[in-house]
Nanobody
Framework: QAQLVESGGGLVQAGGSLRLSCAAS????????MGWFRQTPGKEREFVAA????????KYADSVNGRFTISRDNAKNTVYLQMSSLKFEDTAVYYC???????????????WGQGTTVTVSS
């Protein structure tokens, strides 16, 4: 069964840092692009960051570019999202996603995690 499991969410003060992790079952990690999305109540889920299968290419939403860093460890089947200089507006449920390419991932991910909540206090 393909599975993505996020962890690392929590409460942090504005200006602080947090690292999210997403552990994937082997079947949906090797060769897959991975990414992060986020959603707040009443809003659509939005793209945050993506990384291609070997980590050689990354993409970011304008709102997080320069503050967030996506990375992956293929030996551990894990993708990370390092979040720095956090703002109140970064508060959301963060979801891990997987797809065959970063282009596909931004529109129609094949797999989703269950989400982890990040709360930034102002």
């Amino acid at each position: 069964q393909a599975q993505l499991v996020e962890s690392g969410g929590g409460l942090v003060q504005a200006g602080g840092s947090l690292r999210l992790s997403c552990a994937a079952s082997g079947r949906i990690f090797s060769g897959y692009a991975m990414g992060w999305f986020r959603q707040t109540p009443g809003k659509e889920r939005e793209f945050v960051a993506a990384i291609n299968w070997n980590g050689g290419s990354t993409k970011y939403a304008d709102s997080v570019n320069g503050r967030f860093t996506i990375s992956r460890d293929n030996a551990k089947n894990t993708v990370y999202l390092q979040m720095s200089s956090l703002k109140f507006e970064d508060t959301a449920v963060y979801y891990c996603a997987a797809a065959l390419s970063t282009g596909i991932l931004r529109s129609t991910p094949a797999y989703w995690g269950q989400g982890t909540t990040v709360t930034v206090s102002s």
